[in-house]
Structures are given as C-alpha cells and as structure tokens.
C-alpha cells in the first residue's frame, strides 16, 4: 500500500530542518515594488531577515510603490507613531476619466473632455490646500457592520460613508501634460491620495483617476536611505543587517532624554519620575508631551509622557534588546 500524497507531502516537510528565528530588533526602509502587497512585502523581508516578530507601519496599494517602514523586534512597539505620522507623496492623475476605483486598477465608468489648461489645473490644487473632508472610497478597508467597504463594492453595493477631516500640508504641480497631472502632496494620517486626485478632477469638471503614486516619505523617514527586496536578495544576511536603522529612528521627532543610572533604573522599572529631579528641559519637555529616554550609556530605555510634571513611562524597550 502507498503513502497518500497528503500524508507523502507531510513527511517531506517533516524532514525539512526548520530555519532558526533571530531576535532582531530595528527598523528597514523597504522601497516596495509595483503590484506587491504591503502584507507580502513584509512577509519577504521577514523572511529574508529570519526575524521572529515582525510589521509594517501602515499599509500601501499593490499600485502604489515607495516607502514602507518595517519594524522588527522591539521596534514593534512604536509602529503606531509611524501609523499617526504625515505622509509625502508624488502622484500622476489622468483628468478626463473615473474609474470604479479611482485608480488604474478599476474599470472606467466616465470619459469627458478635458477643457482646462495649467493654470485652471494649479487654481483647483491651491483649493484643496489645509484642512478638507473627505468621503473615503467605497473600495476601501474601511469597515461598516464589521465588513470592509470593498466587500460591498465588489458585491456591486454602495453605501453611505461620513466625510472626514483631513489635512492637506503641502499641494505641489511637479508636470502638467495634460491629461497627466503629476503632483506631491504631504498629508495628514487618513488621507486618500485618489480620493484628492478624483476630487481635483471633479473640480476640473472633467473627473479623474489615479495613475501612479510612489511614497517618499513617512514622518521623517525618507525614500533616501530605502532598500528593494531585489537588493536584499542579492546579498548575504551580514548585508542584510547593515540596511536596518535603529528602533529610534522611528522617534526621531521626539525630544531625548538622557537619564541617570539611578533614574534609568527606575524608569525601566516603570516608575513615574518628577521633571524637576531631572537635569532636562522642561519646557521643552512638556511642550513636546512625548519624549525618547536613552541611559547614560546611550540606550534607547523607551518613550514616556512628560506633560503632567513627571516623566511616565508609556512603552519600554525590553532589557537587553537594544
């Protein structure tokens, strides 16, 4: 009697040696490539890494390419600074045509002229500049009754969404060939790049749809010091390893604050410390309300909470770790 393949396929990976794990804390500037999901992406670096713990900082389209921050290790802990963090953006949006799901990936279900000229096109911009609202798109992982929006879009259903306030930093006309419009804009958390390209398009009068979008930049964390997955499998794990950015890299906007043995040693131990028994700005402190707490000998402790005259402790590193 033979084996089942089932039972033949399990044998096999029974006798495949597992690939040890590492504890790795740090973060990588990932450059995620056209037509991958973010969730893929840090499954190959993850990988890759053989790292035990492991996750991204909020996530990018298949369409979209750019900066995705990945944390390993400890640097988990602060993912959701990155989560809250401004985003930058270069974007090419095509006036003259919606889709069904405001970018290329979508059907067209609108084609108009496109009557305007640069000038219209940097008038419509400067109108979306500050604080705006947005109705999210319907193929979105926004969730109603506990399913996500795009569910219901590909069931062929709409349904009613609130407008929210987002922020828009910074609108910048990078080319205009009309009907391409590429342009940078910097904003807030929750803003959705296609939602602001149709909006412009319908502003326009001509509607709009997405077409390309790359992130450069994610708080203050660049395109500049990023890596492709190509790159990180062309080289050996010693390689690897010189591409990942410290966990504080992820704080960068975050006073320091450098303490005692003493004051260390309680801090770690989640103790709430009086500012004013610290040799710190405190002004500076309290107006930040969140700072970075290193040791004497330069280890990142973790991040605490300074606007109520103490320094608490709200999220530590492991000992060790760092």
């Known amino acids: 009697m033979t084996d089942s393949p089932r039972k033949s396929q399990g044998a096999k990976d029974a006798a495949r040696p597992k690939v040890p794990r590492r504890l790795l804390d740090g973060v990588l500037l990932l450059d995620k ?13 993850k990988r890759l890494y053989r790292v035990k713990k492991a996750g991204h900082t909020g996530t990018l389209d298949p369409l979209a390419t750019g900066l995705l921050p990945l944390c390993f290790g400890e640097a988990t802990k602060f993912s959701q600074d990155l989560l809250e963090a401004d ?16 970018d290329a990936e979508g059907e067209a279900v609108e084609t108009r002229a496109v009557a ?29 009754d506990g399913k996500p929006l795009y569910e219901y879009a590909r069931a062929g259903q709409t349904v009613e969404r609130e407008g929210r306030e987002v922020k828009i930093l910074a609108l910048d006309l990078l ?40 992130r450069t930049g994610v708080g203050a964390l660049t395109l500049e010091h990023a890596v492709t997955l190509d790159a ?14 410290p966990v504080d890299a992820l704080l960068s906007t975050f006073p320091a604050v450098t303490l005692d043995a003493e004051a260390a040693r309680r801090f770690t131990h989640g103790q709430r410390l009086p500012l004013n028994a610290l040799t710190l700005d405190r002004t500076a402190c309290e107006a930040a309300e969140r700072v970075r707490v290193y040791d004497a000998a330069g280890r990142l402790l973790g991040v605490a909470k300074a606007g109520v005259g103490v320094l608490a402790p709200e999220r530590l590193l492991v000992s060790g770790s760092e």
């Open 87 to 102: 985003k930058t953006y270069e974007a090419t949006m095509r006036l003259g045509i919606r889709t069904t799901t405001g």
């Open 33 to 45: 490539p056209l037509g991958l999901s973010s969730n893929d992406a840090l499954i190959r670096a």
């Open 175 to 214: 080319a205009c060939a009309l009907p391409d419009v590429t342009f940078r804009v910097t904003c807030s958390k929750g803003t959705y790049v296609r939602t602001l390209a149709e909006d412009i398009g319908e502003t326009l009068g001509c509607g709009a749809h997405l077409v390309m979008l790359r």
């Open 116 to 144: 305007c000229d640069e000038a219209a096109v940097r008038e419509a911009m400067a109108r979306f500049l500050g604080d705006i609202v947005q109705v999210p798109p319907m193929y979105s992982a926004l969730k109603r």
């Open 232 to 245: 990180l499998t062309a080289v050996d794990e010693a390689a690897r390893d010189v591409w990942l950015q």
